[in-house]
């Protein structure tokens, strides 16, 4: 890679982080239920699209550090309760939610593009991002929080309780905001090449 392309890719990257911070602070204030919605799942996969897999593992892992810090901070009640019962369990899920999020949506719209699909690409890795990290916060509040999870169900049936008070709004907000923003996503990839 030559140093001009390295320099664009580094002020990208930089520019994307700047975005995700911003966004998930701002969005630490939107709560639907117990957590607060994710608005920088775009960015990333924009930033994984432009960079690569990579790049997008390190833009969710910098989303997954802005979470956690909600959750320290107590802007996200929910996450503020798991950080008190497990600091080190929270801050593992936190991080490795956004940075699988990213790093699975770079590699399938890598792969999708390759096939000169932009459009499918860019839904696909729309759809992923919400998917994978929704996904794996579910599976990590199940496996290591199990009891707060009952107890925030209060008696209420378990797997309904988690579709739909903690995904239900918040994935659907998040899975629309992508799909919407498909588009741009195609747009900014092609004006790029």
């Known amino acids: 890679m030559r140093a001009n392309e390295k320099t664009r890719r580094l002020t990208g990257l930089a520019l994307m982080t700047a975005i995700i911070v911003v966004l998930q602070v701002v969005a630490s204030f939107v709560k639907f239920g ?3 919605i994710t608005l920088a799942l775009a960015p990333i996969i924009i930033g994984a699209a432009l960079y690569g897999a ?3 593992a390190w833009l969710g892992a910098v989303f997954g550090v802005v979470v956690l810090i909600a959750c320290i901070a107590g802007w996200d009640q929910g996450g503020n309760v798991l950080f008190t019962a ?6 593992a899920l936190c991080i490795v939610k956004g940075a699988a999020a990213g790093l699975v949506s770079g590699a399938v ?3 999708i593009m390759a096939r000169h699909y932009p459009m499918g690409a860019a839904i696909t890795a729309g759809i992923l991002c919400p998917v994978v990290n929704t996904g794996i916060f579910i599976v990590g509040l199940t496996l290591c929080f199990y009891d707060t999870l009952v107890a925030w169900a209060g008696g209420s049936d378990l797997v309904f309780y988690i579709i739909t008070v ?3 709004v918040n994935f659907v907000l998040e899975l629309a905001i992508n799909l919407v923003l498909s588009t741009v996503i195609v747009r900014v990839v092609k004006a790029r090449s």
């Open 109 to 111: 719209f890598r792969a």
């Open 86 to 91: 497990n600091p080190l369990l929270t801050a």
């Open 166 to 168: 903690l995904t239900g």
């Open 54 to 56: 990579g790049a997008g």
């Open 34 to 36: 117990p957590f607060t």
